[in-house]
């Protein structure tokens, strides 16, 4: 019975091993480890902001422009939620529990995490040349075509990326300025902390917006993910490695 090899050699073709016959991998470096710890971090911050700006927000849902504002004054607009607190006129006929303490304390201590975890992030950014080569988009990347371009599996496209410099440079720090605005203790040291915002509540109003674009980028980071590889996504972001087919060898 002729081997198998000299099959091979009459046919003039020859058979894949086992070992060929199976697809490869490749590892490759994805994000920098603290890159992976401050997103962590400011993810953490984020939801407390979120769970205790809700809470704050209940105890008077009612936004003004200008220096003052109280349940005297007529609103700017108003959010239709009950309040915690029963001279705050929402037209409903019930309060909901006052949740107003722990509710600010958890804000604050959360905002100054988060405004400390940012600095070191993009003090960092700047030095290792994140911004330039991860987020800021090429010449060619920036053309009409490159904005059109849906998400992709291992890369940011034009749009992505410049999403992301506006949320960090703009949203981030403006959410940041606004909230301090509102602190006492801090507009007495820096006036002009509020005085270019036109007032504490034109402040707070303007926080409020702000507050909304960063959930509104938060869903649909998200929904990203899930649509780039879910799996995946959080593999380079708690590893920082990804893991790519590189087919048959």
């Known amino acids: 019975m002729a081997s198998l090899e000299s099959v091979r050699v009459a046919a003039g073709t020859s058979v894949p091993s086992s070992a060929s016959a199976f697809p490869t991998t490749t590892v490759t470096s994805r994000h920098s480890a603290l890159v992976r710890v401050t997103h962590w971090?400011?993810?953490?911050?984020?939801?407390?902001?979120?769970?205790?700006?809700?809470?704050?927000?209940?105890?008077?849902?009612?936004?003004?422009?200008g220096e003052t504002g109280n349940v005297l004054t007529t609103p700017l607009f108003k959010v239709a939620i009950p309040a915690s607190r029963n001279l705050v006129p929402t037209g409903y006929g019930y309060v909901l529990p006052d949740q107003n303490g722990w509710s600010r304390y958890l804000h604050f201590q959360a905002a100054w995490v988060v405004?400390?975890?940012?600095?070191?992030?993009?003090?960092?950014?700047?030095?290792?040349?994140?911004?330039?080569?991860?987020?800021?988009?090429?010449?060619?990347?920036r053309s009409w075509r490159a904005f059109s371009t849906v998400a992709e599996a291992w890369s940011y496209n034009a749009l992505q990326r410049l999403t992301y410099l506006i949320v960090i440079f703009v949203l981030f720090p403006l959410?940041?300025?606004?909230?301090?605005?509102m602190s006492p203790a801090f507009v007495s040291a820096v006036p002009?902390?509020?005085?270019?915002?036109?007032?504490?509540?034109?402040?707070?109003?303007?926080?409020?917006?702000?507050?909304?674009?960063?959930?509104?980028?938060?869903?649909?980071?998200?929904?990203?993910?899930?649509?780039?590889?879910?799996?995946?996504r959080m593999r380079a972001m708690i590893t920082g490695r990804t893991e790519t087919d590189t087919g048959r060898t």
Request: with cysteine; glycine share 8%.
């Open 115 to 141: 405004i400390l975890t940012g600095l070191l992030y993009i003090i960092s950014g700047f030095f290792t040349g994140h911004f330039r080569k991860n987020l800021l988009p090429s010449g060619a990347d």
């Open 175 to 181: 959410v940041i300025w606004t909230g301090l605005a």
């Open 41 to 65: 971090i400011t993810t953490l911050c984020f939801f407390a902001l979120l769970v205790s700006g809700v809470e704050i927000l209940i105890s008077h849902p009612r936004f003004y422009w």
């Open 192 to 232: 002009a902390t509020v005085n270019l915002l036109g007032g504490q509540q034109s402040a707070r109003t303007i926080h409020f917006f702000v507050s909304v674009f960063l959930v509104l980028f938060l869903l649909v980071h998200v929904v990203m993910i899930f649509v780039a590889g879910f799996r995946s």
